[in-house]
């Protein structure tokens, strides 16, 4: 910003100084926004294929946008506020990443029947433990606990393995990948309370994957839990 740009433009060169710079994704090279005035000096294009209309806080937009279409009726116009261009952008953003989305769910999933396997394994291997553990007056409550919180802290250590992997692969794609093949990128963005509600989600699922674990590690027959080995 401040620094002096020199552009050939059909009028000959012209010392254009940059005031701001922004990100853009609609072209692969960017946009060079000059003020109408400028641009008419150097350039002989006078058509408009586009305008922004800024409107101050306690006004309405239905009104503005039926008063231009009236008043440039002969022009064939489209009208989006902001709010409106966002929710047609998240749109086509949700189809094209609707197989990720898919994708997510099954990860999801896999992990989730790994965690089940897990601890059933777990119950399996400590079969002595666990009738040791009722013989010195642990109740079966106190077992479907134990196990319980075993799932809880395998989902938790799973999620935040989960967010750091996905962190290393988001800036590998993102500053590597993603400049190598289109010579652009993407800002990072954490959405925190997206990804608060993900692990709050998967430690949930994470406890009721121990369910059924816990309900068998609890009617174990102490007697023959300790008579395996």
Do not use: C
């Amino acid at each position: 910003v401040g620094d002096t740009l020199k552009l050939q433009t059909p009028n000959g060169p012209a010392q254009i100084e940059v005031g701001a710079i922004y990100f853009d994704y609609s072209r692969e090279r960017g946009y060079i926004i000059l003020d109408r005035t400028t641009f008419l000096n150097y350039y002989r294009e006078t058509n408009i294929n586009s305008f922004v209309i800024y409107l101050e806080d306690n006004i309405r937009l239905d009104p503005i946008r039926k008063e231009v279409l009236k008043s440039l009726k002969d022009h064939r116009l489209i009208i989006r506020s902001n709010t409106e261009l966002k929710h047609q952008v998240l749109e086509v953003f949700d189809q094209t990443f609707a197989i990720t989305y898919s994708l997510e769910i099954i990860a999801m999933l896999v992990a989730v029947l790994g965690l089940f396997n897990t601890l059933i394994s777990l119950i399996l291997e400590r079969k002595r433990e666990i009738g040791i553990l009722r013989f010195i007056g642990a109740f079966t409550g106190q077992i479907k606990r134990m196990v319980l919180i075993e799932a809880g802290i395998l989902g938790l250590v799973g999620s935040a393995m989960g967010f750091v992997a996905g962190v290393v692969v988001s800036y590998i794609l993102i500053f590597v990948i993603n400049k190598q093949s289109f010579g652009w990128t993407i800002q990072v963005h954490f959405p925190i309370l997206f990804i608060l509600v993900m692990v709050i989600l998967f430690w949930g699922i994470s406890l009721l994957s121990g369910l059924y674990p816990a309900r068998l590690a609890a009617k174990l027959n102490p007697k023959e839990a300790v008579r395996v080995e």
